[in-house]
Nanobody, 123 residues
Framework: EVQLQASGGGLVQTGGSLRLSCVVS????????IGWFRQAPGKEREAVSC????????YFADTVKGRFTISSDNAMNTVYLQMNGLKPEDTAVYYC????????????????WGQGTLVTVSS
């Protein structure tokens, strides 16, 4: 069974940091791409950062570029999203999702999704 387990969310003050983790099971890790998406109340789900394990390609939304980094520990089948300099507008539920191999940016191209982890940034 395919399972994506996201963790690491929490409540932080503006300027704080969090590290999100996504552990993938039931898939060949080096054959997938992984995306972090977020959805705030009343807003569309948007791509935050994506990583192709297959070719190493990465993507960052303009709103997080320079503040967030994405990385993987392939031996642990885990992808991390390091979030620094957090702002109130980063508040959202963050979801980890997988697609097949090459880097994808659109949520409809991702076929497996985790439950999400809540990030709240207070002023």
């Amino acid at each position: 069974e395919v399972q994506l387990q996201a963790s690491g969310g929490g409540l932080v003050q503006t300027g704080g940091s969090l590290r999100l983790s996504c552990v993938v099971s039931g898939l060949t890790f080096d054959a997938i791409a992984i995306g972090w998406f977020r959805q705030a109340p009343g807003k569309e789900r948007e791509a935050v950062s994506c990583l192709s394990i297959y070719d190493g390609s990465t993507y960052f939304a303009d709103t997080v570029k320079g503040r967030f980094t994405i990385s993987s520990d392939n031996a642990m089948n885990t992808v991390y999203l390091q979030m620094n300099g957090l702002k109130p507008e980063d508040t959202a539920v963050y979801y980890c999702a997988t697609s097949q191999g090459i880097l994808q940016l659109l949520p409809q191209t991702y076929n497996y999704w985790g439950q999400g982890t809540l990030v709240t940034v207070s002023s």
